[in-house]
Every structure is written in C-alpha cells, then in structure tokens.
C-alpha cells in the first residue's frame, strides 16, 4: 500500500513561477526523500530530510517536514521549462523494510 | 563511476512467456532494489538484495523473482507473463539500502510490453 501521497496530481505552471508539491504520509518515519523522474526515465534524488529537521533547502528546492500533521512540501522557486517533471515522495514502509514512493505530482512549466 | 545499468532498454514479450532483466548498480552498491511503475499503480515495491540475500519483498505473485551475484549485479525473472505485467521496471542501488536514510540511485529501466 502506498506510504506517501502526493497533492496535487498535476500542476501546471508559467517559467518562473513557484510550484510547491504535497506529500501526505500514514504512519511515523525517520526520513523522507524527494525525487524527480523526467518522463519514461529513471528517478533522481533531490534532497533527504530527516523526521529531527523542519525545513531543509538545496538550491532552487525548500523542503519542509511537519510530523505532527504527517506531511512534508517541496517549494521549487522561479520555476524553469527543464523542471518539468513528476516528483515523488518517498518513505519507509511501517516495517522500516522498504522505500516506498507515492503516485506523484507531474509539473509542466510552460516557457 | 559509471550509474546503474539496466538491459535491456526495450523488451517486447507475448503472454505465457517469461523475462529475465538485468541490472548492474554503481561500483561499492550493495543493495539492489526494484521496482514497477504504471501509470494506474504508480511505483510499486518488489523486492531488495543486499549482498545475495533478499531482504524485503513486496507483495507481489511468486511469478516474480530475483536474484543477486555476489558482484552485487542483479536479474528479476518473471514468468507467465500476463498482459498486466506490462510497465517500467526499475532498478536502484544504494549502499546499504535506502530505508536506511540513504538516496537510492536508478537505472533507466526497463520498459516491458507484454502482447
């Protein structure tokens, strides 16, 4: 079953505007991860953050972390053509046995 | 250092067969994990190896299987192929596993059709 859910499903957006991505996940983790899959490819890590931290920024992307309501956001500012993407969130399974991603959100940045 | 390596790119397959596809991680890796994704279920989980051992399986049928070489390289095999089995199978490495906290690194994977 799935851990993370993302929101919204799709989002589209105009070059250099900011999208900002939902991650709602069931049950307690020690981390989560965010990761980016340009179409029919393999997916990419973008940036970890771990259940002790808030809010974590890498480049252009602001990660933050709230347990208490179980979700995380991913910002992307001045939103860029080369950003479209789906994202995904990631965490571990109930059993701490497996990563396990959500459905996604696909971005379109139109130029 | 080269990234994973998936073979191969394209698979085309007719029911009732079976497919072997083969993933080789980035040198060090030690855990092997894989995944399917369709657009319907998104990523699902298969299974892990971490050196030869499955570790963790997801819940698929028993016509799914893997295994690890002791180089860390990878197959799954999956046997009477159905038409639903048809999907982007990826595969991703890591050095310990990435429920571990770690990033787990992909492969382009594998797109099988299954006919």
């Known amino acids: 079953s799935q851990q993370g859910e993302e929101d919204p499903q799709a989002l589209s957006i105009q070059e250099g505007e900011n999208a900002t991505m939902n991650c709602s996940y069931k049950?307690?983790?020690?981390?989560l991860q965010w990761y980016r899959q340009n179409s029919g490819r393999g997916l990419v890590h973008l940036i970890l953050?771990?259940?002790?931290?808030r809010e974590k920024h890498s480049g252009r992307l602001r990660v933050t972390l709230d347990t208490s309501k179980k979700s995380s956001s991913l910002l992307i500012t001045a939103s860029r053509a080369a950003d479209t993407a789906s994202y995904f969130c990631?965490?571990?399974?109930?059993?701490?046995?497996?990563?396990?991603f959500g459905k996604g959100t696909t971005l379109s940045v139109s130029s | 250092k080269a990234g994973v390596t998936q073979t191969p790119r394209y698979l085309i397959k007719t029911r009732g067969q079976q497919v072997t596809l083969s993933c080789s991680p980035i040198?060090?890796?030690?855990?092997v994990s894989w995944y399917q994704q369709t657009p319907g279920q998104g990523l699902q989980f298969l299974f892990e190896?971490?050196?030869?051992?499955?570790?963790n399986k997801g819940n698929f049928p028993g016509r799914f299987s893997g295994r690890q070489f002791s180089n860390s390289r990878s197959e799954m095999n999956v046997s009477t192929l159905e038409l639903g089995d048809s999907a982007l199978y990826l595969c991703?490495?890591?050095?310990?596993?990435?429920?571990?906290?770690?990033?787990?690194?992909f492969g382009s994977g594998t797109q099988l059709s299954v006919l």
């Open positions: 991703a490495s890591s050095l310990s596993g990435g429920m571990s906290g770690e990033k787990l690194f």
């Open positions: 049950t307690s983790i020690n981390n």
């Open positions: 953050i771990r259940s002790n931290e």
């Open positions: 990631a965490t571990d399974n109930q059993a701490g046995t497996a990563l396990i």
């Open positions: 040198s060090g890796h030690r855990s």
């Open positions: 190896y971490f050196s030869e051992t499955q570790r």
